[in-house]
């Protein structure tokens, strides 16, 4: 199970940093993901962290301003997003694969958490 929590409230240029825990220790088995929905929007691809950590993957959107980690003795991943702008706004949602490998489409990934709303003003 996992739960996406840190979002809120934002002007644009801030930072923001969001979390993803999970209930079991197989998460640390499993590469991660995380992925955001704009009203009106299909859930489109953040970026992505092998099961070590060892490797990412981010979308051009937000390549060089957004920062993916896992903590693996708390079974955490995290989001650190800076220089955030008004397009950023949306619900983010963490998910993990039976995999080690990244993967950047939403259909190969097992399990989700529920979103957590991130709104950026201008």
């Known amino acids: 199970q996992l739960q996406a929590s840190g979002g809120g409230l934002a002007q644009a240029g801030d930072s923001l940093r969001v979390s993803c825990a999970s209930s079991?220790?197989?998460?640390?088995?499993?590469?991660a993901g995380w992925f955001r929905q704009a009203p009106g929007k299909e859930r489109e691809f953040v970026g992505a962290i092998s099961r070590s950590g060892g490797s990412t993957r981010y979308a051009d959107s937000v390549k060089g301003r957004f920062t993916i980690s896992r903590d693996n003795t708390k079974t955490t991943m995290y989001l650190q997003m800076s220089s955030l702008k008004p397009e950023d706004t949306a619900v983010y949602y963490c998910?993990?694969?039976?995999?080690?490998?990244?993967?950047?489409?939403?259909?190969?990934?097992?399990?989700w958490g529920q979103g957590t709303q991130v709104t950026v003003s201008s």
């Open positions: 079991g220790r197989t998460f640390n088995n499993y590469a």
């Open positions: 998910a993990a694969r039976l995999s080690s490998i990244i993967a950047v489409v939403a259909a190969e990934y097992n399990y």
